[in-house]
Nanobody, 121 residues
């Protein structure tokens, strides 16, 4: 069982930056592919970024602005968000799976509770 706890969300102006963190329980964190998804009001959950031992993947909408990274010693995955836009406003969720990274959200086994990111125009 893996428990995920996100933090770092908040209110930021257009063009600003935020760093989200996701702390994971368990002793096999390095074995998991980790991902960030987001969900805006009235919209479906969408893929943002994922990281595994073999590399990282990004949604086209965030490429060049967001960076996903992980610290296996701290059981933590991060999402550094820069040049934020109002359309980035959403609840951001951390997810984990014991397989390779994927952009398909039903493929993830564990989810955090989410953290709100609001970008004002």
């Amino acid at each position: 069982q893996v428990q995920l706890v996100e933090s770092g969300g908040g209110l930021v102006q257009t063009g600003g930056s935020l760093r989200l963190s996701c702390a994971a329980s368990g002793r096999t964190f390095s074995s998991y592919a980790m991902a960030w998804f987001r969900q805006a009001p009235g919209k479906e959950r969408e893929f943002v970024a994922a990281v595994s031992w073999s590399g990282s993947t990004y949604a086209d909408s965030v490429k060049g602005r967001f960076t996903i990274s992980r610290d296996n010693a701290k059981n933590t995955v991060y999402l550094q968000m820069s040049s934020l836009k109002p359309e980035d406003t959403a609840v951001y969720y951390c997810a984990a799976r014991l397989a390779g990274r994927s952009s398909y959200y039903p493929g993830y086994d564990y989810w955090g509770q989410g953290t709100q990111v609001t970008v004002s125009s």
